[in-house]
């Protein structure tokens, strides 16, 4: 019977918080210490008596799934860009997100009016200053990402910002979404217990980043996760070993004369790549990054700040196919009939006198 009680008083919470499952409420009303404590299930059927759930059977099993993640925090971070999350006056605004891929620990989230260069690179440089570089950063193939599919005349600043500070920026394969599944179900959640609860209650971007900084803290800090064997993402990350970088300054447009070195990550075959050139580094730097400087059609190859090579400036040429000249096609027989002298036929109008 006090089971049932504890069951029916999760409808309850279930109502405060709408994006709460059973195994969360479970964890929730261990931690307050109610006894005896109902079984996930008990709370799961509670829920759908009450019509707070929808049951539906899973649509793949568990063992189909295929889960990776990294070994340790700070070892890769996943980001992406978050949208139709609206303000009191119905504007659209969106929210840039990054995640730690080991903890689960949300490094960014950060809204902005645009998810342009600027504001996307200025929510990177902050998760930079408060949790230090991470080894890997993980994104989709969005223009404010890479120039991967562009036709800029170089990195994008979110590239050059990596470069800078040592990540290597891993792409996606095109059209795959699972690949930064994590962020992507951060996502859900923001939309589930932070959206549906917050939304349309503010008037400015300021307040509602002031929301959802305090319920990022909660979700960091005490909210339980079941990746983290129902443990806040806060204590696996405080297991890394990082610290804070001094992030600078970095402009929008620099000068192409006095531009920063351009980094390259060296192929397993130790080559790089430039502008649709390839050039021989040597096996000694494969999977190393180094920094290329090009002055006066030569390019200076740089390994911690130590010069490795020099080799030639080189443009790619374009292959042109050659134009063959007009021939003149060879005459021909005609088969046609010989045209008939046509006869003239007297008018039978007679002449006007």
């Known amino acids: ?23 969360t409420i479970l964890w929730h009303l261990d931690k307050a210490g109610v006894q005896p404590l109902p079984s996930r299930s008990s709370i799961y059927r509670a829920l759908v008596r009450h019509g707070l759930v929808v049951s539906k059977p899973r649509r793949r099993r568990k063992q189909d ?22 303000l ?14 080991h903890s689960r620990f949300v490094v960014c989230a950060r809204v902005v009016a645009r998810a342009t260069a600027r504001p996307v690179t200025d929510a990177l440089l902050g998760a930079l200053r408060t949790h230090g570089a991470p080894e890997q950063l993980l994104t989709d193939n969005g223009s404010v990402f890479t ?34 599944g994590k962020v992507e179900r951060l996502h859900r959640t923001i939309r589930a217990e932070f959206l549906t609860v917050h939304d349309r209650i503010h008037a400015t971007i300021s307040d509602l980043q002031a929301a959802l900084d305090a319920w990022v803290v ?9 990746s983290c064997g129902n443990e806040p993402p806060a204590h696996r990350f405080a297991l890394a070993d990082f610290m804070p970088v001094d992030t600078g300054e970095l402009d929008d447009e620099p000068d192409r004369a006095g531009a920063p070195p351009i980094s390259r990550w060296v192929d397993p075959k130790g080559r790089i790549s430039l502008r649709g050139v ?43 196919m050659p134009v063959a000249a007009p021939q003149s096609r060879p005459g021909r027989w005609s088969t046609s009939r010989p045209s008939r002298p046509r006869r003239r036929v007297a008018s039978r109008t007679p002449a006007r006198p």
Request: with cysteine; aromatic share 8%.
């Open 218 to 226: 909660e979700y960091n800090t005490d909210r339980p996760h079941q």
């Open 65 to 86: 799934y295929r889960r990776w993640e990294r070994g340790r925090s700070m070892e890769l971070w996943q980001m992406d860009v978050m949208g139709r999350a609206y």
């Open 1 to 23: 019977m006090a089971a049932t009680r504890a069951a029916e008083f999760s409808n309850i919470v279930h109502r405060r918080h709408p994006g709460w499952g059973a195994a």
């Open 147 to 180: 120039d991967r599919f562009g036709r800029g005349p170089g990195p994008v600043m979110f590239d050059r910002i990596c470069a800078l500070h040592g990540i290597k920026h891993i792409l996606t394969a095109p059209y795959s979404p699972t690949t930064t």
């Open 278 to 320: 390839n050039y021989p580094i040597g096996m000694t730097f494969s999977g190393e990054l180094v920094q290329i400087v090009v002055r006066d059609g030569l390019l200076e190859v740089f390994h911690h700040g130590v010069l490795i090579t020099t080799r030639a400036e080189r443009r790619k040429t374009r292959k042109t």
């Open 88 to 101: 009191a006056d119905g504007r659209e605004v969106k929210i840039v997100t990054g995640i730690d891929d």
